[in-house]
């Protein structure tokens, strides 16, 4: 079961106050990015975010469990957390801030121009 539209709208605005925040389509599920930092999966209309120590220590009875099959575990968060914007918003600054800053991207080449066929 993919997310709906709605679920996703729920989750920016819990996470709102959590400064440049944003979700974005990947392989039918969600990537929830604050500040270009990917910290949480959001896969199902669940929330799974990228465990690290900060995180760990504003909600350390977070169950791990991976967000879909195969992939690394992630602290799934509960309805009650979620529903708690206040304590989410804090999840995600911590979580962004001991992230490290994605590395920039190279830029594609640029593709030749097509030459026209003069036959």
Known sequence: MACTKSFIGYVLDQVAAAGDVRARAMFGEYALYCDNK???????????LKPTPAGRALYPDAEDVPAYPGAKL????????????????????????ALPTPKPKRPRKAKKPSTPDLR
């Open 74 to 97: 992630h602290m799934a968060v509960s309805e009650d957390v979620l529903d708690d914007g206040e304590r989410m918003t804090r999840l995600i600054v911590a979580t962004a801030g």
């Open 38 to 48: 990917v910290v949480a999966l959001i896969c199902d209309d669940r929330v799974f």
